[in-house]
């Protein structure tokens, strides 16, 4: 018996040590791109077999680990702010560089049966409803803005994310800059002081939540309604247009923004101008060291930053994911071109 | 003279097979240098203290560890912390009050649903069982707090809580909607199904520890109830008298379980900071708090006020469970000298 | 007609608390069959063989399985018994050598208070040793976790089944000379070996199926991996990641890992019922 456990013992132990063939990186954070990281993740280790572990922790949880250092890189929805940067620059000599890889949209869901796509919503009824002031789908001032529809008298479940998350700083973000209501009372953060609502772990608690409840709101990322056959809002822009999240009207969204693109990629797409601009875009992006200790472990980021960059731009689309527009992509390649392989 | 006591020694010997028995006439030297003492014995007990003392070390190291991260926390907040019901992590503003409700309230509640109820069965399995149904039902209550807390989550998440959302709380809101216990939106995910969760996960706590505590008062306690002509209650009521500290301490180890149950909690209590007496609302706990923005808190005072609500928690937890056991110690002891 | 009437109203009363507590039974016992019942018929469709074999296939992709995750769990449980083992055992003998001295008492007193601890305050307190200074997530520390969950309880089954060895054994070795240390080691621990193997095994169901500790220690691979320090997958961190997925695919996959994860821990449980009440029934 003794025996037969140290071999056990033993030949784990074996295992463990031997140095593996294929390298190992590690990451975590962002829970917006997961649906299309784990895509590019599970596609570039069939190509390399390089191994890319993607924890999806959510926004917050990436960028802490990637100030403690416990992660090869991180990726966030919210970039990191001038003390965050800081941190990472006194606690590992290093800065960290932002690259945007796709970009999204924060949607609106909700489970009305009956209802189908396309709810319209205007900035202020939304901050309202997630403020607690509107507590009805059949308020005057939803249906008054959706005469075609037909809204029950339902209480409306708040959903919103119960982690640090960069799904909320953007959907906070636009709430701050369209309603002085909401900017002075809740603001905008990763995490922040919901005046109503249940909290959800993840895009995926998010939208675990709206599609099991009846009656329910919350904001995701696109591709998890797409994936759930979950109905999402149009919103009205800053031009006065109904506009659905598409490919299409985020792409229009970042057009404005990337003539005005700062050298270290971090922009927001809020409240876009433009017709057909979806007013909740947003870039997500990985956080990556300028100088990684383990060099094999950089050239291998590199690569695949490069290749992401290249193919892994084409599976954005069928992911409902809206691909880089292409100044920013020759922004990216200077921005790999600096972490250093040396 | 001697030759016997030689063989008296080879019998000895043989009689205690492979164990070998030292020839007292090689170790008695040492043995006086040591003070009669055996060598083996000292390395051995100093062998075990060490790993004893393991224990200690890490118990001594967890509280330092957490007094320190929380310092910054407990120095700009004070006993506010307590105190205060803001958790803003954007304005910087942490207080604990919300999530030490939420555990305090969810826990309490679910005692008082599952005191009764435990006590019912261990009276049953103690006093009423046969013998073969007693083994059987203790068997399945032990399972049930075999039942891994991720899985009473699962189950909270897609069985309970629609169950919660569609057929109970509309009927209760529509019934007794008057009662500060019933308002608000049925949402299904909130305090209701965390209490119901942590009910059966206390259950077989206080059950097993109780029955154990009643069968460990002698049978001529019975008897002799019996002779004075007491109905089969009225005994029990006799004995529970008896069994009274165990059972208090039962239900302080389980409201030390309650107290610190995370994943099952965090899974359907809707993790909102608020303070509110119906169970319709979504709440927090100290536990599930930790659990969801740990990994993610990056400001020094927001993970040091997290820090900090794990010191509260850790402190709770021991003061009940060292009150329990030194409770039911005393009464286990009590009766099992009689026996 | 009183003392008659009285005794009636004893004897119903003693009938209506007898059926109360046979009706708390029953409810006791409904949640253990309803559990059981909603794991197996959620669970078992996606149960296969590629289920145990396979990787975990990416986000909306529908397949796969949890070959990592089985695997993540056993070296976790490995690395926790590393911890624990030693420490639980010797522990536990230590106790039973020392039974009045103060320091044995004080450490008895930390047993039940490392007891009572919540696996998630031990799971940020193994973040705070193993994961910061070796700047990874790592199977060591989630490891390190669970061992520490696992002390107090081996080292009270030890104590437990030591303390159920009678007095005669001891005092018969020590009669023919055998030393102290040498009655501990070879004729009272190997007695009491059966019943500290089982409670050895019950603090491994125990410690399977924990999950808050692993969320910042081990954190978890989508990977096949057995490397001390890297990010290591487990079962329980598997149920918690796709319960929370929208994707009806990973959901139903939650409930079959549920159902593996409840099976092992059940025939655990039964076998250390079984062992130690057929001994001392």
Known sequence: MKRVLLMIVGIIAILSSIVPAQLKLNGAGATFPYVIYSKWFDLYHQKTGIEFNYQSIGSGGGIKQVIEGTVDFGATDAFMNEQQMGEVKSKHKTSILHIPTVMGAVVITYNLPGVGKGLKLTPEVLSDIYMGIIKKWNDSKITSINKDKKLPNKDIFVAHRSDGSGTTNIFTGYLTKVSGNWKSKVGQGTSVNWPTGVGAKGNEGVAGIVKQTEGAIGYVELAYAEKNGLPYASIKNKTGNFVLPSFESVTSAASGFVKNIPSDMRVELLNADGKNSYPISAFTWLLVYKNMPDKNKAKALVDFLKWSMKDGQNYAKGLYYAPLPKEVIKLNEKKIAEISLK | MQIINLIKRKIFKQQAGIISVEAPAASFSIKNLLGGKNVGDLVFQNFLRFFASILLLIVVLMVIQMVNQSMPSIKQFGWNFIKNNTWDPVKEEYSAWPFIFGTLYSSLLALLIALPLSLGVSIFLSEFAPRWLEKIVSLLVELLAAVPSIVYGLFGIFVLAPWLRTTIEPALGNKFGFLPLFTGPPYGLGMFAAVIILVVMILPIITSISRDVMKAIPVTQREAAYALGATKWEVVKIILGGAKSGIVGATLLGLGRAVGETMAVTMVIGNTPQISYSLFEPGHTMASVIANEFSEATSTLHVSSLIEISLLLFIITVILNAAARLIVWGVTKKYKGRK | ?281
């Open chain 3, 1 to 281: 007609m009183n003392n008659l009437m009285h005794y009636k109203w004893r004897k119903t009363k003693n009938i209506i608390m007898a059926s109360l507590c046979f009706i708390s039974a029953i409810v006791a016992i409904v949640p253990l069959f309803i559990i059981l019942f909603y794991t197996i018929s959620q669970g078992i469709s996606s149960i296969n063989w590629a289920f145990f074999t396979q990787m975990p296939k990416p986000a909306g992709e529908t397949g796969g399985g949890m070959a990592n995750a089985l695997a993540g769990t056993g070296i976790l449980i490995l690395i926790a018994s590393c911890f624990g083992l030693p420490v639980g055992i010797f522990s536990g003998l230590y106790l039973s050598e020392n039974e009045g001295s103060i320091y044995a008492k004080s450490i008895k007193f930390l047993v039940e208070v490392l007891n009572g601890v919540p696996s998630i305050v031990i799971g940020v307190f193994a973040y705070v040793v193993f994961v910061i200074p070796m700047k990874h997530f790592s199977a060591i520390a989630g490891g390190f976790a669970l061992g520490i969950l696992m002390m107090p309880l081996i080292t009270g089954t030890t104590l437990e089944m030591i303390s159920l060895i009678p007095h005669s054994y001891r005092e018969a070795a020590l009669g023919l000379g055998i030393p102290r240390w040498k009655t501990t080691l070879f004729v009272i621990f190997p007695a009491a070996l059966k019943g500290i193997l089982t409670g050895i095994l019950l603090s491994i169901a125990r410690v399977a199926g924990e999950t808050a500790p692993l969320l910042f220690t081990a954190l978890g691979n989508r990977f096949w991996s057995t490397q001390l320090d890297q990010p290591i997958a487990s079962l329980t961190v598997f149920i918690y990641d796709y319960s929370k997925a929208p994707f009806d695919d990973w959901n139903r996959q939650a409930w079959a890992a549920a159902l593996v994860l409840i099976v092992l821990i059940m025939i655990i449980n039964i076998i250390f019922r079984f062992v130690t009440r057929e001994k001392y029934a």
